[in-house]
């Protein structure tokens, strides 16, 4: 039987009609976001609305993402959490559904946000680009506070003692161990140190503020150890031949090293499922973005 082909002009008034539908949601987004309308009312003006109304078309995940502070990470949660599909429509939204985003909405407008501190970790395997993000954060985020860890090994070209990493002999490493004065310390492929003061992460959580920190997957075992409350962030690579090509193209190993050190990430890639939260580093920008909003940082 053959395939009927609506004719050309239906072909392009359909498009016309995708496109004005298309624009419609925009705009819609766009009120949100600019506080001219509220989310809630959006949500409302789509139940009541034609199934398809431009407001019952709009998928709830972008109507939250349009609300100023929520991002990709927190509507991810927040839907996960309501019960409700990340490609659900909000006029395709069951009663106990709708019930259950109106109070989250309700909430949101509604609830004065207080001040928390959250210790977050951010690990991944070699090369992944942990550095590339925290130096991202660091620059486009200056109100979150990164912990500083010390390490027995040389700086690299363009590090700074004190911002990057505290550079301390073995003797003053073995010291900092014996009183007490790492939150976590390990030995990192078989040949540096590596360890995070407890003193001015405590200091920070005591005061409100939130922490960062950037380490190693066997640091953030023994965080967890330490500080269960404390929030890990696996980083992952796009994929596997894309690690490989950051870990060969940085050129700061010799090619004996770079193999031992992609053994050693098969190994940290099996970790991912002993973390709270995935982000993949597809885009730096990107991956710092949803590492910020989990630290609920203002302006993130």
């Given at each position: 039987m ?17 496109v ?47 609300i ?23 006029g ?24 928390h ?10 090369a ?17 506070m ?14 700074v ?42 200091a920070a ?53 770079q ?42």
């Amino acid at each position: 039987m053959s395939r009927l082909t609506p004719p050309e002009v239906d072909r392009v008034a359909a498009s016309r009609a995708a496109v004005a539908a298309r624009r419609a949601r925009a705009a819609i987004k766009n009120s949100v976001a600019s506080g001219e309308k509220r989310a809630l009312e959006v949500a409302e003006s789509g139940w009541a609305a034609e199934p398809s109304a431009p407001e019952a078309t709009l998928r709830v995940r972008e109507l939250l993402m349009s609300i100023p502070t929520v991002g990709a990470t927190r509507a991810d949660r927040a839907l996960d959490e309501l019960g409700i599909a990340h490609s659900k429509r909000v006029g395709g939204l069951g009663i106990r559904q709708r019930a259950r985003l109106r109070d989250y909405l309700l909430t949101r407008e509604g609830r004065v946000e207080t001040p928390h501190s959250r210790l977050v970790v951010l690990a991944g395997p070699t090369a992944v680009g942990k550095g590339s993000v925290s130096s991202f954060i660091r620059e486009n985020y200056p109100d979150v506070m990164f912990s500083v860890s010390a390490t027995t090994r040389a700086p690299r070209p363009g590090e700074v003692d004190g911002e990057h990493y505290y550079f301390i002999s073995d003797d003053e490493f073995d010291r900092m161990v014996r009183d007490g004065e790492f939150l976590e310390y390990a030995t990192v492929h078989n040949a540096y140190r590596y360890g995070t003061p407890r003193p001015p992460v405590d200091a920070a959580l005591a005061s409100g503020r939130s922490v960062l920190l950037e380490i190693d997957l066997q640091g953030a075992r023994a965080v967890r150890r330490a500080m269960p409350e404390a929030l890990l962030v696996f980083l992952l690579p796009p994929s596997w031949e894309e690690l490989v090509r950051r870990l060969v193209g940085r050129g700061t190993e010799p090619p004996a090293e770079q193999a031992r050190r992609l053994e050693t990430a098969k190994v940290e890639l099996r970790a991912q499922d002993e973390f709270d939260v995935r982000v993949v580093n597809r885009d730096v920008g990107q991956a710092a973005r949803e590492v910020v909003e989990l630290l609920a940082v203002p302006g993130a």
